[in-house]
């Protein structure tokens, strides 16, 4: 239910086919599937304890800022350079982004194929945030990272989401940054301070002779392989400066990656970020605390540094948010975390107030997003009459608790008391933001662990999604692709949205 754009014929905003409702054939992406491939679920009580480092760095203090001191250290005494900076010396290139990938099922998988027809001859890929779920083990690399993108020609760099510091981010500094750290968080003071120490998930061991097996197996071509210099980043070109920051478990960013931050962004070169923790999102905006003082957003909408995007993940969905500032330039704040993790809701998204609404975008469209949850609860529930609703019955219960236009060209009837009620149970938003008149279960509200399992499946449409960004001397264009997992938009995946961000 995002506002209406100019999009191709195929896609959601003109018809349930293009949603990924209908297929006329299954995906081959099954066939990408390791020989065994582990039933991933976070209603496993092993699942939600490997993942308690969370909640500990909470409730205790996030050790995130002083295990990426020490690790930023050992890099620098191996010989990084201080910008931790690459070099492209073309002023013409492309590169692809995705977010939130690991989980290893059919869901990362499907948007495989869609991902290396549409964007198989960018230069570089970028993952923005958890790379490995639930933990970012080392050992889960193999069929969850080299295995996955093993045909996608060009290096891979990625920034760390939460899920990958469980492990103290071992095993993403080792496949990313060739360096095998000590991840031991510093000690907790306190008088409760013997409860992380005694709860405190260690990192796992990291058998790099198995890693770089798979990496020669899977990723061994010479233009696949690549060191990025450290957990946070630049890839630095004559048009444009892609910046990646590390935003640890809780966002936060330590003193000396604020201080680098700010070095790097300097000067006229248009520059745009890709963070773990996206800085609007779901309506609110989420600046990013910096050790000492100051905000990542801060930095962003400062006039004298040129950011032209900011682009964040850890929310599984595609939003995009086109911010005027006070001196009347527009930043494109964009949420790609749609990479093969379970579904966050978009239907639970308000009616925009941090932009216009007609100005918002988003994927999937609040009315399929509706529909996929009512299929998800009413099977959970064993209630499929009471709950499940179509997708025009969705779009036209969205449609009348937010007061919106809807993005399909349904004839707009009424909505049942039914689909009102349903769209109020799992958390459709009034527009005006009054108290709903009905029990509202705040789904969107609760935290990730508890809800994440009610948004996952296993068949079309999965609703995933993933940006291809081309960059020349004047302009960059972005685009999002959808990968519902439906056979006929594998080879021709449907583009969600399309604009242009001028770099003169």
Not at 192 to 197: D, E, K, Q
Request: charged share 25%; with cysteine; net charge positive.
């Amino acid at each position: 239910m995002c506002a209406e754009v100019p999009s191709d014929p195929e896609n959601s905003r003109t018809s349930e086919a293009g949603a990924g409702w209908v297929c006329g054939r299954p995906g081959t992406f099954t066939e990408l599937l390791p020989p065994r491939v582990t039933d991933f679920s976070w209603r496993r009580p092993r699942v939600l304890w490997r993942s308690r480092n969370d909640v500990i760095a909470r409730w205790f203090g996030d050790p995130s800022n002083a295990i990426r001191r020490r690790c930023v250290a050992a890099l620098r005494e191996r010989g990084t350079p201080a910008a931790f900076t690459v070099h492209r010396a073309e002023p013409e290139f492309s590169f692809v982004l995705l977010g939130d990938t690991g989980e290893g099922d059919k869901s990362q998988y499907a948007v495989v194929p869609p991902l290396l027809h549409a964007a198989g001859d960018t230069d570089f890929m970028v993952v923005a945030s958890d790379v490995i779920y639930p933990t970012g083990d080392a050992g889960q690399y193999p069929d969850k990272f080299f295995r996955p993108y093993k045909d996608y020609p060009g290096p891979i760099f990625a920034v760390p989401g939460n899920h990958d510091w469980y492990d103290g981010l071992r095993g993403f500094l080792h496949v990313f940054c060739g360096l095998d750290a000590d991840c031991t968080p510093p000690p907790w003071r306190g008088p409760l301070s013997f409860v992380p120490r005694l709860l405190w998930r260690r990192s796992g061991e990291v058998d790099g002779a198995v890693l770089e097996e798979a990496r020669e197996r899977f990723r061994g071509g010479a233009g696949q392989r690549s060191v990025q210099p450290g957990p946070y980043w630049a890839v630095d070109t004559p048009a444009l400066r892609v910046i990646g920051i590390d935003t640890g478990i809780t966002g936060t960013l330590d003193r000396d990656q604020g201080r680098w931050l700010r070095e790097v962004s300097g000067g006229p070169k248009p520059k745009l970020l890709v963070t773990g923790k996206p800085l609007y999102v779901d309506d609110d905006h989420r600046p990013g605390r910096i050790e000492g003082g100051g905000t990542v957003d801060e930095i962003v909408q400062d006039p004298a540094h040129h950011y032209v995007a900011a682009i964040g993940g850890d929310i599984h969905n595609y939003q995009r948010y086109p911010r005027k500032t006070a001196d009347g330039r527009t930043i494109q704040y964009i949420v790609s975390g749609g990479g093969g993790a379970f579904m966050h809701a978009t239907h639970t998204i308000p009616r925009t107030r941090v932009v216009d609404e007609g100005d918002f975008r988003c994927y999937p469209l609040r009315g399929d997003s509706l529909s996929r949850y009512s299929k998800l609860y009413g099977r959970w529930l064993r209630l499929p009459k009471l709950f499940e609703l179509t997708p025009e019955e969705a779009t036209a219960a969205v449609e009348r608790r937010l007061g919106i236009k809807p993005g399909r060209g349904y004839k707009d009837p009424a909505p049942s008391r039914r689909a009102r009620f349903v769209a109020s149970v799992l958390g459709v938003p009034r527009g005006e933001r009054r108290r709903p008149r009905v029990l509202r279960f705040p789904v969107h509200k609760l935290p990730q662990r508890f809800r994440s399992e009610f948004a996952d499946w296993d068949d079309p449409p999965f609703f995933k999604s993933f940006l291809r960004l081309d960059v020349t001397e004047s302009e960059l264009r972005v685009r999002c692709y959808a990968a519902t997992g439906c056979g006929d938009h594998e080879t021709a995946p449907p583009c969600e949205d399309d604009f242009v961000i001028p770099l003169r």
